[in-house]
T-cell receptor
Framework: NAGVMQNPRHLVRRRGQEARLRCSPMKGHSHVYWYRQLPEEGLKFMVYLQKENIIDESGMPKERFSAEFPKEGPSILRIQQVVRGDSAAYFC????????????FGSGTRLTVV | QKEVEQDPGPLSVPEGAIVSLNCTYSNSAFQYFMWYRQYSRKGPELLMYTYSSGNKEDGRFTAQVDKSSKYISLFIRDSQPSDSATYLCAMRGRDGGSQGNLIFGKGTKLSVKP
């Protein structure tokens, strides 16, 4: 069981570039969640997806951020025209069901915008 | 008032001490309560979970929930240097809709000195 796989582990982008973060959920998990962790801050919910559907994007910034979870392949969090304030650790989690206790998290992608 | 408040610490204790970690919350709709442990540069891992009020014990760890006071605690007995990590409380409401999303505290950084 490989767990939740995120890549890349570290990503450096210049201001104005695009960042693409990938997440492969645990085997058998069809629910994916993205969280952002800013320095000295807790984890903040961004978006919840199931295969081919965005279920809840109430935590996503209105502009430049998008997410998808296609029928085949990993979930992608895309940040267009990155700014320094986007520098953070982005965590993906997955679960087998919507309910239950907590999720399984990946090790995160640390995005640095220079 | 933030939905979930958690003292960020840092908290430093000698090996063998009893550690008490706490969170308060304001949303009376929260029903599921969890504690995650996060080592440096790693993703959070689920440590303990409880539903509604009550206590739950697992080895050296005890989780308590007092819904009347909107207060949850995690106790660590006989603390070990390997317990040094950031501990995040998390909670959510009933399944479905945004109530199902996990809301995290900022985390308390714990250091156990040998």
């Amino acid at each position: 069981n490989a767990g939740v796989m995120q890549n890349p582990r570290h990503l450096v982008r210049r201001r104005g570039q695009e960042a693409r973060l990938r997440c492969s959920p645990m085997k058998g998990h069809s629910h994916v969640y993205w969280y952002r962790q800013l320095p000295e801050e807790g984890l903040k919910f961004m978006v919840y997806l199931q295969k081919e559907n965005i279920i809840d994007e109430s935590g996503m910034p209105k502009e430049r951020f998008s997410a998808e979870f296609p029928k085949e392949g990993p979930s992608i969090l895309r940040i267009q025209q990155v700014v320094r304030g986007d520098s953070a650790a982005y965590f993906c989690a997955s679960s087998q069901d919507r309910g239950g206790y907590g999720y399984t998290f990946g090790s995160g992608t640390r995005l640095t915008v220079v | 008032q933030k939905e979930v408040e958690q003292d960020p610490g840092p908290l430093s204790v000698p090996e063998g001490a009893i550690v008490s970690l706490n969170c308060t919350y304001s949303n009376s709709a929260f029903q599921y309560f969890m504690w995650y442990r996060q080592y440096s540069r790693k993703g959070p891992e689920l440590l303990m979970y409880t539903y509604s009020s009550g206590n739950k014990e697992d080895g050296r760890f005890t989780a308590q929930v007092d819904k009347s006071s909107k207060y949850i605690s995690l106790f660590i007995r006989d603390s070990q240097p390997s317990d040094s990590a950031t501990y995040l409380c998390a909670m959510r409401g009933r399944d479905g809709g945004s109530q199902g999303n996990l809301i995290f505290g900022k985390g308390t950084k714990l250091s156990v000195k040998p």
